[in-house]
């Protein structure tokens, strides 16, 4: 059996295990979607964000680019915010990172490894910002799991300076936003920073006409 074909014959096995347990399942699921939560992760394979948070489908929206970026000129990127926040109603964005993430430790290197480089600028830039508390610490993992951490705060930052989110919690008091950082080596998931709807953010970045 071909590599791929065992992906089509477990995608059975999970669909009849599914009605078997929940005949209802996907009459269910086919008519709506209500998710809480959207999720901005890693695209890596080892960060899973259904099984790594137990949910179930149709428990979160998720949007994976390489380091979890939130760039203001990603039209994928806002386009799932946008659908997220102004349709689903989500009450949570999660921006999750993960320990050990080769986009952050390619970022903090000076080699070029072709066109991934115009997105891992947006990492050297926060290293830049941060450069002295990073380059404080003793050992390189040290260096990529802070920058990892500092990356998801920026992240943070940047979805509150859109207007998607500042318009949602002018009007609506929601979404909370919320940073964290999964680690590889025990699958736990590190709370590192969060902004309830209506923080206080920079007055540069706030619209005052929404
Ligand atoms: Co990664």
Known sequence: MKAYEKLLTENKAWANEQVRTDPEFFTRLSDLQTPDFLWIGCSDSRVPA????GTQPGEIFVHRNIANLVVNTD???LSVLQYAVEVLKVK???????Y???GIRAAMTQHHFGI?????????DIY????????DLPSEEERVNRLTELNVQEQIFNLAKTSIIQKAWKEEKRPHLHGWVYGLNDGIIKPVCEMNAGSHIDPLY???NL
Do not use: A, F, Q
């Open 206 to 208: 706030e619209y005052d």
């Open 92 to 98: 949570h964005v999660i921006v999750c990172g993960h």
């Open 100 to 102: 050990g993430c080769g």
């Open 50 to 53: 259904d099984k790594i948070t």
């Open 128 to 135: 830049r910002l941060h450069r002295e508390e990073v380059d």
């Open 75 to 77: 039209i994928n990127l």
């Open 116 to 124: 991934i480089n115009h997105w891992l600028k947006n990492i050297k």
